[in-house]
């Protein structure tokens, strides 16, 4: 066993969990796990996933992954050799796209040939409409005009003027236009992407921006809540009905990461926050919130 397998452990067994226990939690099959605490790592599907299920690992148990890492980088294998293929995947994607950009560049004469056909062929349409519409005769437009005679003219209506009262009575009547209110939109939370097991909701029109969660009476719940900057506002275990309330107002945006969702509500500005995804198909979710303050006109 390794050094860093012994550290997690330890760090497990504190928190009174057994494998299948964190199985459920990660949802990182048993015989992975115990291959982090025993730093047998050739067991896993490939060198990519040992630093993920170490950083699942440490969360789980209330261990900073990152520190870690840096603590432990000589016993983590590196993932330089799973890179390889992708590189080579992408050289090959670029000779197929050169060899169908050549046959486009074949067809092209074809294309400018049809064209100039299609061209061809709607000139000589256009002059033979032109010359129908030409031979049509003017004169009986000519005769209409002069069939109109001035004299049969109505003489024109002479309007009388108006005293001041009628246009003081007039000016009363007239009902004043009332102006329009403007309604201030309500709070929307809108769900902007989606992915495995986490999603983006953008939150606008509010100029408040405040997070509560709360565990169940007979459940807990591993909860982080942090900006890009890393800075912690939440960072512990919320068990037993207990409540914890953050304002957010001065952030643009943070990261809510919930280690067992089934067991913890969310509530945003007051009002009961949905999970994208199921709890009880995925436990731990991961839900990035974008905060915009102030009204959009």
């Known amino acids: ?27 990182i099959q048993k015989r992975y796990l115990a291959g982090i605490e025993e730093g047998n790592y050739s067991v896993m599907p490939g060198k990519f996933y040992v630093r993920a299920f170490i950083k699942q690992y440490a969360e789980a148990v209330g261990l900073n992954p990152e520190g870690l890492f840096e603590e432990f980088k000589s016993e983590i294998p590196g993932t330089y050799n799973d890179d390889i293929p992708e590189q080579i995947s992408r050289v090959q994607s670029r000779k197929q796209i050169s060899t ?24 000589i349409y256009w002059f033979v ?67 495995t097991s986490t999603a983006t909701y953008e939150l606008k029109n509010t100029d408040t921006f405040k997070v509560k969660v709360t565990a169940s009476e007979a459940g807990q719940s591993w909860v982080t809540l942090q900006n890009r900057q890393n800075e912690r506002f939440i960072y512990e275990t919320i ?17 809510l990461t919930v280690g067992r969702s089934s067991d913890l509500t969310v509530e945003i500005n007051g009002k009961p926050f949905t999970y ?16 915009t303050p102030g009204t959009e006109e």
């Open 100 to 123: 169908t950009s050549s046959k486009v560049i074949d067809k092209v004469p074809i294309i400018i040939l049809a064209l100039f056909l299609l061209g061809g062929a709607m000139t």
């Open 239 to 255: 068990a037993n009905g207990t409540t914890k309330e953050v304002d957010l107002t001065n952030q643009s945006e943070v990261i």
């Open 276 to 291: 994208p995804f199921d709890t009880g198909q995925i436990v731990r979710q991961i839900i990035t919130l974008k905060y």
């Open 1 to 27: 066993m390794t050094e860093l397998g012994s550290r997690l452990k330890e760090a497990r067994e504190q928190k009174g969990l057994s494998l299948d226990d964190l199985q459920q939690i990660t949802k």
């Open 129 to 195: 409409s032109k010359k129908d519409v030409a031979q049509e005769p003017e004169t009986k437009l000519e005769s209409q005009e002069t069939e109109y005679d001035e004299s049969n003219e109505p003489p024109p209506v002479k309007e009388e003027p108006k005293d001041e009262e009628q246009v003081a009575g007039e000016t009363d009547n007239t009902p004043a236009e009332e102006e329009p209110v403007e309604e201030t939109p309500a709070q929307e939370l809108v769900e902007i992407a989606k992915e």
